[in-house]
């Protein structure tokens, strides 16, 4: 069990610019979540993905931020034109079916924008 | 809507004594919680839940939280601190078929010789 990796585990970015994160689950777990983490706040729930299917979005996902799960494995994370308010620590968890109040979270992505 | 407020947001103690971390939830129906601790860069780790079973809870690293119904809370105690303790805690509900968590604003414990 090599745990939930994160990559990159740093970024930074010119405002304007798209970027990218990637989120590995640990292998079995087919529900995955991405959380957001400012500064001196606890994350804030973002999107998840039971396997492939994306079944709930926030109200904090804009429409400059799309997730996919494309084969229910590893997730992915864009963020297009970015902002300097998105600027944040991007978390991904994920759980098993079963047991799916155990969430298991990654380092972490964290994005600056200039 | 489910939420949980962390009473304080910084909380200092001496090494061997005790260790009490407050909070309050909001919920129309039985709700779960949990505990996560969040140690300088290093992921968010599951000290304990609450899922309708037993209201004590125990956890990793001596840590344990009793569900009070009738005073809405889950705090968090642990009989003596050790300097390895220091990090920020959250105090967290599940909510949704989905079990999204939503999470409190933390409170950093400090441990001092």
């Known amino acids: 069990d090599t745990g939930v990796s994160q990559n990159p585990r740093h970024k930074i970015t010119k405002r304007g610019q798209n970027v990218t994160f990637r989120c590995d689950p640990i292998?079995?777990?087919?529900?995955l979540y991405w959380y957001r983490q400012t500064l001196g706040q606890g994350p804030e729930f973002l999107t998840y993905f039971q396997n492939e299917a994306q079944l709930e979005k926030s109200r904090l996902l804009s429409d400059r931020f799309s997730a996919e799960r494309p084969k229910g494995s590893f997730s992915t994370l864009e963020i297009q034109r970015t902002e300097q308010g998105d600027s944040a620590m991007y978390l991904c968890a994920s759980s098993h079916k079963d047991n799916s109040y155990e969430q298991y979270f990654g380092p972490g992505t964290r994005l600056t924008v200039t | 809507a489910q939420s949980v407020t962390q009473l304080d947001s910084h909380v200092s103690v001496s090494e061997g004594t005790p260790v009490l971390l407050r909070c309050n939830y909001s919920?129309?129906?039985?709700?779960?919680l949990f505990w996560y601790v969040q140690h300088p860069n290093k992921g968010l780790q599951l000290l304990l839940k609450y899922t309708s079973a037993a209201t004590l809870v125990k956890g990793i690293n001596g840590f344990e939280a009793e569900f009070k119904k009738s005073e809405t809370s889950f705090h968090l105690t642990k009989p003596s601190a050790h300097m390895s303790d220091a990090a920020e805690y959250f105090c967290?509900?599940?909510?949704?078929?989905?079990?999204?968590?939503?999470f409190g604003t933390g409170t950093q414990l400090k441990v001092e010789l």
């Open positions: 919920s129309s129906y039985s709700p779960s």
């Open positions: 292998s079995e777990h087919n529900r």
């Open positions: 967290v509900v599940s909510v949704g078929g989905g079990n999204k968590l939503t």
